[in-house]
Nanobody, 115 residues
Framework: QVQLVESGGGLVQAGGSLRLTCSVS????????MGWNRQAPGKEREWVAR???????YYADSVKGRFTISRGNDKNTVYLQMDSLKHEDAAVFYC?????????WGRGTQVTVSS
C-alpha cells in the first residue's frame, strides 16, 4: 500500500506562487510515476504534471513554463512549484503515484487564486 498526503495549498493572489508538497509513505518499489492532477469546481479532473522514476518530467500545455515538478532526495516527496498563478489555476490539486497497473491518490489540497 502507498499513502499520499498533500500540503501547501492556500490562497494566493494572481501572479503569485505556491509550492505544493506530496509526502509518500508505504511500499514504493512498484511506483514508476508520480504526478499531480487538479479539479476545479464544475470541471473534470485534469492531469497537470508527472515525473518518472528516472527523473523525466512532463507538463500539461496549460501549465508548461509556469509549473515545475520535482522530487526530494529521498524520492518520498514530490513537489509542484507553481509560479505566475492565474485564476484558472484555482482547483483542488491531487497527488498520485502509479505503477504496475495501480494508481494511488491523495485527498487533495485546495488552491485558491484571488484578484
Amino acid at each position: 500500500q502507498v499513502q499520499l498526503v498533500e500540503s501547501g495549498g492556500g490562497l494566493v493572489q494572481a501572479g503569485g506562487s505556491l509550492r505544493l508538497t506530496c509526502s509518500v509513505s508505504g511500499s514504493m518499489s512498484s511506483i514508476t510515476t508520480m504526478g499531480w492532477n487538479r479539479q476545479a469546481p464544475g470541471k473534470e479532473r485534469e492531469w497537470v504534471a508527472r515525473i518518472t522514476s528516472d527523473g523525466r518530467t512532463y507538463y500539461a500545455d496549460s501549465v508548461k513554463g509556469r509549473f515545475t515538478i520535482s522530487r526530494g532526495n529521498d524520492k518520498n516527496t514530490v513537489y509542484l512549484q507553481m509560479d505566475s498563478l492565474k485564476h484558472e489555476d484555482a482547483a483542488v490539486f491531487y497527488c498520485y503515484a502509479a505503477g504496475r497497473g495501480l494508481t494511488y491518490w491523495g485527498r487533495g489540497t485546495q488552491v485558491t487564486v484571488s484578484s
